[in-house]
């Protein structure tokens, strides 16, 4: 977080996202309704339950954030302010 606060973010923000770890999935990042509609665009699925795309949301969101994460770090170490997309990839090959 140290970082995070380092790099420009609020940590008042911060604190919120640990707030969202206790209150579950209600409050997602990513919209719902087009959650449902990519997992649609597979001709199999015709219907889901509301819990199976919360939790597909919640783990896009943990992807991303890792991602981003591991590309931040990766900028850090080669002492950039943009991240690029060797970071990116580093951070997935490794």
């Known amino acids: 977080m140290k970082e995070y606060e380092?790099?420009?973010?609020d940590a008042a923000?911060?604190?919120a996202d640990a707030d969202d770890?206790?209150?579950?999935?209600e409050e997602l990042g990513l919209p719902l309704a087009r959650v449902k509609r990519i997992m649609k665009l597979d001709k199999e699925v015709k219907?889901?339950?509301v819990d199976a795309s919360k939790c597909v949301a919640k783990c896009a969101e943990l992807f991303i954030e890792s991602l981003v994460e591991g590309s931040f770090h990766g900028m850090k170490a080669n002492k950039r302010k943009t991240i690029k997309y060797n970071d990116?990839?580093?951070?997935?090959?490794?």
């Open 6 to 9: 380092e790099a420009g973010g």
């Open 13 to 15: 923000h911060a604190d």
């Open 21 to 25: 770890d206790e209150k579950g999935a």
């Open 47 to 49: 219907n889901m339950q």
């Open 88 to 94: 990116v990839e580093h951070h997935v090959l490794r």
